[in-house]
Every structure is written in C-alpha cells, then in structure tokens.
C-alpha cells in the first residue's frame, strides 16, 4: 500500500471512530439540558435522578469524543499537508473559530456541570449545562462550514498557488452548510433519542424499582426523538436535492445510475458491473428518482457516463468517477436505518402518547436494538459523502492524491494507523464496559455517585 | 504593527496560557502516583485539576488551529515534520483525556491504578515532548527550500532537543507541585510541600542548563545579546525566588513565580525566533517567517475580529470558573466528583 492510501485509511478510521460519539454527544446534552431544565421548575426529584443517570453516559460518550476530537485536528498538518498549505487560508479560520468559540466553551462549563451541583447556584448550573449543549453544537456548525467548502467551494479565488479566502460570510452561509449542519444537527437528535428509548426499552423489559423513571424517559425519548427523524429525513432530502445540484456525480454514484434517464428511475436493488459501468441485476421504480430530485416525475437525471464525460472536458482526462459500490451501498445503509427509526419513533410515539406502556417484549427488544440504528445510519452516511465525493478533497480544486504529506513515510503512517487502531480498540472496551455497567445500574439512589452504584452492583 | 505581527503575539500567548494552566496540568498528573498514596487520597489530587483540565487542554487546540488560520506553512511544515513525536504526544493525550473521566467510574483497585498510569504517561509524555520542540524550533531543524522537513524522528532527539524536554519536564512538575500545595490539605499538602521542595534545584539547574547551552546551539546570542533585557532576567529571577518562598510557605507566591517563569520563558524563545516560526538549520533563508509562511491579508483581518471578541471572552469565564473551584479539595463526597 502506498502513503496515500494508508493515510486515507487512517483518515476513515479515526474520523468514523471519533463520529462514533460526536452525534450522541449534540443530541444528548440537549436532552440533558432539557431534563434538567424540568427539574429546575418543577423540583420534582425524579427529574433529577434521569438527569444524573442521563448525564453519566453522557459524560462517558463526551470523554471519549473530546479526546479522539484531539487527532481531527492535528492530522490535516499531520498527514494532510498539503492540504493544509493549499487550503490553511479557508480551512483553518473555522478550526480556529471552533476552539476558541466552541470547545472552550463546552469544556469549561462541563467542568462548571459536574463539579458544581453543590458549589453553584441552581441556575448558574442549569445555564451550564445549557451552555455545554450550545458549545458542542457550535462546534458542530463550525467544523461542517470547513467541511461544506470542501463539498462546494465559495467565497474564495485562486491566488499564489492557493484557495485564498475573499468573503468569509459566504463561507459561513455556504448553501451546502444551511442544509447539512440542520441535517446533522437533527441526526444528533435522532442518536440520543433512540439511545434514550434503547435503554429505557431495556430497564421496562426488566421491570426493575426504576421502571416509572425509565417509562417517562421512554416518553421523551419519543418525542424528542419524533422530531428529530422528521427532520433529519427532510433536511436529508434537502441535501440530496442540493447536493443533485453541486455534485452530480455523487448522487449519481449514490443510484448507482450509469446513463443519464428522463424520467430516470430510483433503483431498490442493484448488482453492477463497477468496472464494465453496467448493471447485473437491478430492480427499478420508474421515475422515482426525477421525483425525489425535483419533486415531480419528469426531469433529466445524469448518469455516470455523461458526467464522467462533461468532468474531462471541465478538469482534463482523469477518472472522475468515484467507488460506485460503495456509495450506493452506503446511502441505501443511511436510508434505510433512518427509514426504520421513522417507523419505529413513530410507533413508540403512538403508543406512549397517551401514557400506553404496555408494549409487547419482542416490541421493546426491537427498541433495545434500534438503538445502534443511528450509529449505522451517522457512518455510512459520512462514509458516503465523503467517498463519493472521489477523486476530489475539495470538489473541483484539489484531489485527494495530490493532499497527502509528501514528507511522511508510509512507514510512519502505517505505525501511526496501528497505534491509533489499538488504543481506540482498548477505549472502546472500555466505554462500552463502563456503559453497560451504568445502564444496568439504573436510577435508584443517587445515581450521580459511583459509591451508590457500587452497593448497588453488590446487592445484585 | 502588521497584522502577521499580531498574529506571531497572539500565538505567543495562546502558547503562554497552554503552558501556564497545562504545565501545571502536568505535573499534577505527573506527581499523582507519587503523592496519592491511597485512592481518596488520589482522587483529591486530581480532582485539584478536575474542573479544569480539559478548558486547559483546549488552550492546545486553539494554538493549533490559530496557527492553521494564520500561518498554515507552519501548521503543515512542523506537523508533518514531527510527525512522530506528535503521534506519540496524542497517543498520551488520548489516553490521559479518557482516563480522568474513567478512572473513578469502576471500583476495582487494577481498574483505578491502570488509568492513574495512563494519566501518568499521558502527563509525562507531552511535558517532556514539549520542551524537545521548543528546543528544535529554536535551534533550527532541516527545513529546505520548499518548506519540507527532511529530517526524522530521531533529527529531533538531539543533546539540546532533550535539555529542553527535560527542563520543560521538571519544570512543569514543580509548577504542578506547586498547585498542589494550594489545592490539598492534610498529609497529601505536606507530601506535596516536600515534592516542590525537591523539584526546585532540580528544575532550576535544568532551566539554566538549557539556557547556556542555548547560547552556543542557537543564534539567541546574536538576537538577545550579552544582555538579553528583562524579560528572561525577570523569568529566571523569578524561579531563583521559588526556595525561599517555597520555605517560609508563601506557596501563593511561589506559584506566581513558576507560572512568571514559565510565561516569560515563553516570550523569549518567540523574542528568539521572531520573525521566523521555524528556523532552518540548512540555510537561513529556508526559515519559515511570519511573511512566507502566513495567510492572505484577508484571512488575517477576518480571525483578528474574531479573536479580540472572543479572547477576552474566554480569559473572563475560565477565570470565573477557577474563581467558583478556588476552595481547596476536601475529603467531603462533593469534591470527589470523579
């Protein structure tokens, strides 16, 4: 393997591994801050209890995001320089802006949060927490704007053998980000729902002494997780009919749509021919596709070949098409887990509307396991994204061979990649030992300390 | 002043507020093995910084995007050139963020002890390392004409690379000793006292090690001169002071002190490299300054906006939140949160 491709493999493995956690983290301290925001007018202690009980796993997942966060922003120097030196005058600015707006934030009032239950007045603390959630997703906002102007490069001019920043508002209010930081920021809200009724589903199967707090955290779960899957599915759509705009080819390779169709079809099930760009077997609605991408059934959709074709003659020869099977796979893995969580947050908020609890176990099993939906839903979907946006790093400006630091040896790569493999194999051991230890431990007590948690595991 | 002035300034003091808070991050972890004989007794050691540590650490990340932002041929040159050592510095990072959360979160004494030396690595690692790349910075490394590294991990880990490391160590660690002294009570204050009573002639002797040896590998002479001014007279004075404050308890001070001789060694090492951000050791005009190696006059203006709206913003509530955790740890459950 090559120093491009090492490096590239390290870049998916430690961004899908720190995006493991980043979704839970936007979506629970919003949760968090809502529980505890009903506690703060109401007094009532059950409110209390869910929010240390919530917050503890949410502390668990934030530890480990912050720290794996650590790598993102010293591997584009790292293994991405040049990159960075053609990029650094855009790039860098809402790096920059992320730490000192959003990380400073969300790190010192976490501090504030979990050493302050006593030490600070009941609103200052409250406002803490709200802060925290505000910081992370600022950070959220920040990181996408970087990422939109590799997707869609604006605000800027070719200038001293760089992209060099002219308008940082247009930068800031980059289409592609007006639709993807909603998209993601919803998607948090997805994760920490479906987390909230997993394990709530878990602790009413078990009928344990906590199963009134664990059905109420059920109910809020469901609305909050309600809204955030209607949205996320219609911000999703959004970006894909913009996305149908600025990068054609993507959501061509997303269909895995050879030859450009009028009315064109949207495929259910594809077996292709990646090398022969042709299809083996597929099943296709017919002008779905024209539907989906202008919202009526007609509508020329273009096709890997055409597109191909039209990139030659805009960038010269080059092959500008990118994993086919990849991409499609991995849009019809985002799809199709957020089609499920629509369904079931639908059901569960049905149910639960009128405080129905009565679910049948095999029901709240289904629950329990929906709660990895999200996980499989937030990586493929940047998986997809990001690899059908090949052979490109910034769309249009820079490919991704040409990024790499040409002063790293692939040896050091490699070295790096397996270190990096084998720590984060350890941590997420550990996280996940530390999670289940938690939830199974429940709300009883004080919940807030660990000294209650261990008599509780020994009486169990 | 232009604005890639500014910039180099305010780079200069970011790194001042990483090192200050940090360094005495560090040595707190660095020193808790040795001053946290039991596992309450740990606990309060690091919950002395628990509030505080990951607000520091972002004083790091800050500096790292500021430099992307405002002068990304240094971001690019220096972190693919030290590409090892900085893998190693984010393995210890990684591994010290996680184990602050984890470590309490599990009763069993292998469970806790394991992630105390992990917080240890994670402490010792980046403090020595530190030190290794301010020394390097200064002393130059094999830049060539088109601002690539071509040296290895090992270019680095040269006699004055690793005075610097050591310095920085030892140095971190008596600041942390130093914090400690302010934040314990009991037997954990008197093992702490004697730890920093320990580390002064020991980080002392280092720090002016480093210092004259710098004389002879670096052109520091030629810049500052036979008298290089008040600010290094000041930062080393002001460590000299450490013992005698340290003995007669006036550990406040003594704390000021570490923290003066941190923030102005600091200044002076970037009096030393200015206008340069990295020097060359190949040829001189191969440095990266802050005119080749910065953004466009655009970008530079758009984050001065910026950081003097948020700057101030962010010195006033981390103070508050030092201000709200000013108390020392006591052994009540409230501040054995972690």
Redesign the interface.
């Known amino acids: 393997m090559d120093a491009v491709t090492i490096a590239r493999w390290q870049f998916a493995i430690v961004t899908v591994y720190h995006f493991f956690f980043v979704p839970l983290t936007l979506g629970l301290s919003i949760f968090v801050a809502i529980i505890q925001t009903f506690y703060y007018k109401t007094g009532d202690e059950k409110y209390k209890k869910m929010t240390k009980f919530w917050g503890k796993l949410f502390l668990i997942n934030f530890a480990i995001g912050v720290a794996t966060g650590i790598v993102q922003e010293f591997q584009f120097g790292m293994n991405w320089s040049e990159y960075s030196r053609f990029m650094g005058d855009i790039f860098g600015a809402p790096l920059a802006i992320e730490a000192l707006l959003a990380f400073f934030m969300e790190s010192t009032f976490l501090g504030l949060w979990i050493f302050g239950w006593e030490k600070l007045p009941k609103k200052i603390h409250l406002a803490s927490i709200w802060l925290v959630a505000i910081g992370s997703n600022l950070s959220a906002f920040w990181i996408l704007v970087a990422n939109s102007f590799m997707q869609q490069p604006v605000g800027y001019a070719i200038r001293n053998g760089r992209a060099e920043m002219t308008d940082f508002f247009a930068i800031v209010t980059n289409g592609h980000v007006l639709v993807q930081f909603p998209h993601v920021f919803f998607a948090g809200v997805s994760t920490a729902a479906f987390f909230v009724i997993g394990i709530s589903a878990w602790h009413m199967m078990k009928k344990g002494k906590d199963l009134k707090l664990f059905q109420s955290s059920f109910k809020m779960g469901a609305v909050y997780g309600l809204v955030g899957v209607i949205l996320v599915t219609l911000e999703g759509h959004a970006q894909a009919q913009y996305m149908t705009k600025i990068q054609p080819m993507k959501m061509a390779a997303a269909e895995a749509l050879w030859d450009s169709e009028n009315p064109a079809s949207f495929s259910l099930f594809t077996i292709g021919d990646e090398k022969n760009r042709e299809d083996v077997f597929a099943i296709k609605i017919p002008a779905l596709l024209s539907f989906l991408s202008y919202n009526k059934f007609e509508g020329e959709v273009k096709g890997i070949n055409d597109l191909q074709r039209e990139y030659e003659k805009r960038y010269g020869p080059g092959d500008y098409v990118p994993p086919v099977a990849v991409s499609y796979w991995t849009f019809r893995g985002m799809v199709g887990a957020g089609t499920l969580m629509v369904l079931l947050a639908l059901y569960a908020f049905w149910k639960v509307r009128k405080d129905d609890f009565n679910f049948h176990p095999t029901m709240l099993k289904i629950f329990f396991w929906s709660l990895f939906l999200p996980y499989i839903a937030n990586s493929t979907g940047w998986i997809f994204t990001e690899m059908a946006r090949q052979p490109w790093i910034v769309f249009g400006l820079m490919k991704t061979k040409d990024a790499v630091s040409n002063t790293v040896p692939a040896g050091n790569v490699l070295f790096s990649l397996i270190t990096y493999a084998i720590l984060y194999a350890i941590l997420m051991v550990a996280t996940v030992f530390l999670w289940k230890k938690y939830i199974k431990a429940g709300m009883t007590g004080e919940t807030g300390t660990d000294e209650n948690v261990e008599t509780i595991i020994s009486q169990a | 002043m232009d604005l890639n002035t500014i910039w180099f300034i305010l780079i200069a003091v970011l790194f001042i507020g990483f090192f200050f808070l940090e360094g005495f991050d560090y040595g707190v972890g660095i020193l808790l093995p040795f001053i946290g004989k039991d596992d309450t007794s740990r606990r309060k050691v690091i919950?002395a910084i628990?509030?505080?540590w990951?607000?520091n650490?972002?004083w790091l990340?800050?500096a790292?995007?500021?430099?992307?932002?405002?002068?990304?041929?240094w971001?690019?040159?220096?972190?693919?050139?030290f590409?090892?050592a900085?893998?190693i510095m984010?393995?210890a990072?990684?591994?010290?963020?996680?184990a602050?959360?984890?470590r309490?979160?599990?009763?069993t004494a292998k469970w806790r002890n394991g992630w105390d030396w992990v917080i240890f690595i994670g402490s010792f690692v980046p403090a020595l390392l530190w030190g290794v790349a301010i020394a390097n910075l200064i002393r130059g490394v094999p830049i060539d004409e088109n601002?690539?590294?071509?040296g290895n991990f090992f270019t680095l880990l040269n006699p004055y690379g690793l005075l610097g490391g050591l310095a920085s160590l030892t140095v971190f660690t008596l600041h942390g000793a130093i914090f400690l002294t302010l934040k314990l009570t009991g037997k954990e204050l008197e093992i702490a006292r004697a730890y920093a009573r320990k580390l002064w002639p020991v980080a002392t002797i280092l720090l002016f090690a480093f210092v004259i040896y710098g004389y002879f590998e670096t052109d520091m002479f030629s810049k500052l001169g036979v008298d290089p001014g008040a600010v290094p007279v000041i930062a080393a004075l002001a460590i000299l002071s450490v013992e005698w404050l340290l003995k007669s308890k006036k550990e406040g001070w003594a704390f000021v002190m570490t923290g003066l001789t941190i923030a102005l060694s600091t200044i002076t090492v970037f009096m030393g490299l200015y206008p340069r951000v990295m020097v060359s050791s190949l040829n001189p005009d191969w440095s990266l300054t802050i005119y080749n190696a910065s953004?466009?006059p655009?970008?530079l203006k758009?984050?001065s906006f910026?950081?003097l709206i948020?700057?101030p913003l962010?010195l006033l509530?981390?103070a508050w939140?030092y201000w709200?955790?000013r108390k020392r740890i006591s052994e009540k459950?409230?501040d054995l949160?972690?």
């Open positions: 919950n628990g509030p505080h990951d607000g650490e972002v990340l800050t790292g995007g500021a430099i992307f932002a405002a002068f990304p041929h971001y690019a040159t220096m972190f693919s050139g590409y090892l900085l893998v984010l393995l990072l990684i591994g010290r963020g996680v602050f959360e984890y309490s979160k599990h009763t601002m690539n590294y071509t953004s466009s655009y970008t758009v984050m910026v950081a948020f700057v962010v509530y981390q939140s709200v955790f459950k409230e949160e972690y």
